[in-house]
């Protein structure tokens, strides 16, 4: 692809670039400044509409539509920005923030005035200790300035942003999840409807968006809403923030159109200039976990909103490729896979609860060199019946869960059918019965199965 001008990357590397003084150097608040000064909320609004960006949080809703949610008549307007950040393999929104923490503080005036928020509230994952330092030291500088608070730049609009500290749960992720921790609660995701636009934060009408969301904001604000839509692929506009892990030459976040391929990102010398040490891909998980995997027959693949559910994935994701090299275990990517969702629900729906930890522990068996063939069509007609049905959890987390480990176990059946035959094959193998278990009987963790001796042909008098 030609060589694309980074636009949400282009303070990286600028000195003094987490500086207000820098950052309004190179044109920052200027697209804040307009949008308050000679704008309404409305047309905000629409110009985000026409520009066509959807949200970078995962889901990819478009972003315009979901604030036109918002009632008409409400009195108080609540913005809850998402940077907990925590799919596995997603580093785009704290480098983005590391670098250019002013960017989405401009974001978030947009934002805010677009949908007449009072208060603002930016979710950091708590982890993120020095990256909520960068941008506790922007907001003053942005406070100090004028730029939040009362009467910004001049108008009758105000808006108050105060960072708040999340206390690291995957599920909190959620924008309803989210809410609730904000709100001092267990982070549990709520019911829905009502939804957040109706009753959110505080029981009053919200707006959740993510980190890169509103980084977007600025450039459509300053550059217009064709020139955002005509970046990308048709359904997918805009730049992108591709970021890559695993065995690469050079692993890190990257910004190019919607629409890159996922061989691009992995060999591309702009991107991660291809596999380190020789090795081979062997598959790659291209926007976070919970989309699921492809093979390295399916690097073509694009990364943007449709292009990746052709392949059988849940779709875009975060844009976060995780690059599994060949000489990796196909049986340890899948048990790594099922401990993370198992770990991470939060145990509010039985079928998540039950569900993921039954998961997981049929994984580890397979792992430990005591699988059957059957385990492997057990945890498949999982994903699609068996205590992980689509849709009807409170949140979307078995959903995610059941992407990865249905497409691993699918896409690399032949490798875990030649685990399992070179393990029956021994003399001793260590099992947990000689039966397929129930769950309940199924190993957890800390715990070592049995040893069973399985007959060979000589000790048979075959």
Known sequence: MARFEPVLLRNVGVEGSRTLRVYESRGGYAAARKALTTMSPEEVTEITKKSGLRGR????????????????????????VNFDESEPGTFNNRYLVDHDPHQLLEGILIAGYATRATTAYIYIRVEFHETFHILQRALDEAYAAGLFGRNIFGTDYSLECYIHRGAGAYVCGEETGLIESLEGKRGWPR???????????????????????????????ERGPEWFSSIGTPGSAGPKLYQVSGPVNRPGCFEAPLGLTCRELIFGDDFARGMAGGRKVKGVIPGGLSVGILTADELDCKLDFDDPKKYGLLGLGTAAAIVIGDDADIRHVLLNTCRFYAMESCGQCTQCREGTGWMYRIARRIAEGAGRSADLDLLVEQTFSMGMMPGLSICGLPDGAVYPIRTIIQKYRAEFERHIAQQASSRTVEVIKERVPSAYELPILGQRPAQVTWPTAASSGA
């Open 57 to 80: 949080g995962g889901a990819g809703f478009p972003t315009g539509m979901k604030w036109s949610f918002l009632p008409k008549d409400r009195t108080i307007t609540y913005l809850c």
């Open 191 to 221: 019911i829905k409807p009502p939804f957040p636009a109706i009753e959110g934060a505080f029981r009053k009408p919200t707006v959740v968006n993510n980190v890169e969301t509103l980084a977007c904001l600025v450039h459509i604000i």
